[in-house]
């Protein structure tokens, strides 16, 4: 085994605001592009000397050798153990156990999440730090920093490591536990819900399909929902994780999980569906009928945790993303808990975690969690449904409706408008942010604005501000358009605009929800000039 000291050079490390480094697998091939990430990351942290770390992806193309890669590196830098899942999977939630598990000392997660998988698409890094969750900003920063100033990266030569087997290796003096990925993840799961209820759930004939869009939950969703609860052999489809996702995104919404949502809404439909995305972070939850929308599934998730055993005493406080809608607001209020507005992103969660001042948290980008790991948990949040439905033994749809009856409805939709030339989506938000002082009192076909702003966070916990995290407008009557631009694409800019208006009349629950939008949806491009900027008629996805 030797030590070399490859000279490094800059790359462009940027990680963006909302997740780790998401580039075309290409490019994180290039001769030292991704060595060079990785040294960054170790420098950031004050090196790896002494250290341990979890490591595992969602068995993209380029995942294996990555892994390969990463753990020659740390070798070279002197780590003393690394936790690896067998043929290099581990789903983000379970990797976020792990760390926590083991007190390690953060771990790598190599995905882009939801973005399609293969040569010619898209790969991802991301560190996480000992608390199980996404390293913040500060340390983001510094790993950017480091990419530009890095001056030689360390890696040892030698033949790879066999990953395939459960056990532990050494190489050099570090040592390698190859751990089985499921197996921590589910006890973890029945320590929080009630396995027996959910198997005489299933012997009762209850049917389910949980789609895992040939990405990393399809040995969880198999070990789980059909070897431990009894659900029938062929309830997870799609469930051998490839390293392309099958040619499809990984990506757990109406576009993209659409064969699930046409049967659901079919007369074949089972009781419930579910499915999760490339890395095991995001969900989708449908009954019989509904697609039930991220900010619903939330506010149901709050108002009936208790069901289950992991959360019977109730909960802390619920925090969610500034543009997710704000039904579980009206949950927290009647449960008299905190509930906290944060920007997008799932790291901004972890210090009201860390601190116990909030035990669920989620976003209208198809994540939810609590404070078992530190990051959003797509079969955690499956699984509280299920419990939800074998306790309450309603559907789906009479669980919304009541809820709605409960507490109202929040009409909710995103418009997303992908790849827009960067140039022009700069520029709408400049010119949008330079007017937000003119805004308040404007009519706007007949919608008077109340408020424009451009959210600021201030951490309760440790008090750091972070600013210009999307433009909210806020109309009389309590409607409101919230407009930002992704921190996850790959290629050009997305353009997200988030429609909200509030629905008390139960009479009135029935509405499509881009129907009772429109007027809003209408507003807001007035306001931003979207289709005349952006040369769109109309958004390419609407979630
Ligand atoms: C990532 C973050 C999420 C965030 C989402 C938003 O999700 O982990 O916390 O809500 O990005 O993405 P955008 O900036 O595109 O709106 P994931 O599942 O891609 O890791």
Not at 300 to 326: E, I, W
């Amino acid at each position: 085994m030797n030590i070399e000291i490859v000279p490094g050079k800059p790359i462009d490390g940027q990680i963006p605001g909302t997740s780790g480094l998401r580039k075309k697998t290409r490019i994180f091939m290039q001769s030292g592009y991704l060595e060079n990430f990785i040294q960054a990351i170790f420098n950031a942290i004050g090196g790896a000397g002494g250290k341990t770390f979890v490591v595992g992806g969602d068995g993209r193309f380029f995942n294996a050798r990555a892994i390969q890669t990463i753990i020659r590196m740390a070798v070279a830098n002197g780590a003393v153990k690394m936790i690896v899942g067998r043929n290099g999977l581990l789903s983000t939630p379970a990797a976020s156990h792990l760390i926590r598990l083991n007190g390690t000392d953060g771990g790598l997660i190599l995905s882009a999440s939801h973005n399609p998988g293969g040569i010619d698409e898209d790969f991802g890094v991301k560190f996480n730090t000992p608390n199980g969750g996404p390293a913040p900003e500060k340390i983001t920063n510094e790993i950017f920093r480091q990419t530009t100033i890095l001056e030689s990266y360390a890696i040892v030569t030698g033949p790879d490591i066999d990953l395939n087997e459960i056990g532990h290796r050494t190489i050099g003096d570090m040592q390698i536990e190859i751990v089985d990925p499921v197996a921590d993840y589910l006890v973890l799961m029945q320590t929080l819900f009630d396995f027996d209820s959910l198997r005489a759930l299933f012997a009762s004939g209850f049917s389910m399909r949980f789609d895992a869009m040939h990405a990393v939950t399809g040995p969880y969703a198999t070990a789980i929902l059909e070897d431990a609860l009894g659900a029938p052999a062929g309830t997870v489809q799609n469930a051998i994780p490839l390293e392309n996702f099958g040619g499809g995104h990984p990506d757990p919404n109406p576009v993209w999980a659409k064969p699930l949502v046409d049967l659901m809404m079919s007369d074949a439909s089972p009781d419930f569906a579910a499915a999760s995305d490339g890395d095991g972070d995001r969900n989708m939850i449908l009954g019989r009928g509904i697609y039930v929308t991220p900010s619903d599934s939330l506010a149901v998730l709050c108002a009936n945790a208790h069901l289950a055993s992991g959360y019977k005493s109730g909960l802390s406080g619920v925090a969610r993303s500034m543009p997710t809608s704000r039904a579980a607001d009206r949950v927290a209020d009647k449960l008299k808990i905190g509930c906290f507005e944060t920007p997008t992103g799932w790291k901004f969660f972890g210090n009201l975690l860390d601190a116990g001042m909030a035990t669920i948290c989620g976003e209208e980008s198809a994540g939810t969690g609590s404070n078992h790991v530190r990051e959003k948990d797509g079969l955690w949040a499956v699984l509280l449904w299920l419990n939800i439905l074998a306790v309450r033994r309603e559907t789906v749809v009479d669980i919304l409706k009541a809820h709605w009856r409960e507490f109202g409805r929040n009409y909710y939709s995103r418009h997303d408008y992908e790849e827009v030339d960067t140039a022009i989506a700069n520029d709408l938000v400049a010119d949008l942010q330079s007017r937000l002082g003119d805004l308040p009192g404007k009519d706007i076909q007949g919608h008077q604005i109340e408020t424009a702003d451009n959210f600021t966070y201030a951490d309760p916990v440790d008090g750091s501000i972070s600013e210009k995290q999307g433009i909210r407008i806020g109309f009389e009557g309590g409607a409101r358009a919230v407009l930002r631009l992704s921190g996850t694409g790959t290629e050009g800019a997305t353009l997200r605009v988030y429609l909200e208006y509030f629905e008390p009349d139960p009479d009135r629950h029935d509405i499509d929800p881009q129907v009772a939008l429109a007027p809003i949806a209408a507003a807001i491009n007035e306001i931003a000039k979207i289709s005349r900027r952006t040369g769109r008629v109309g958004p390419d996805l609407m979630t």
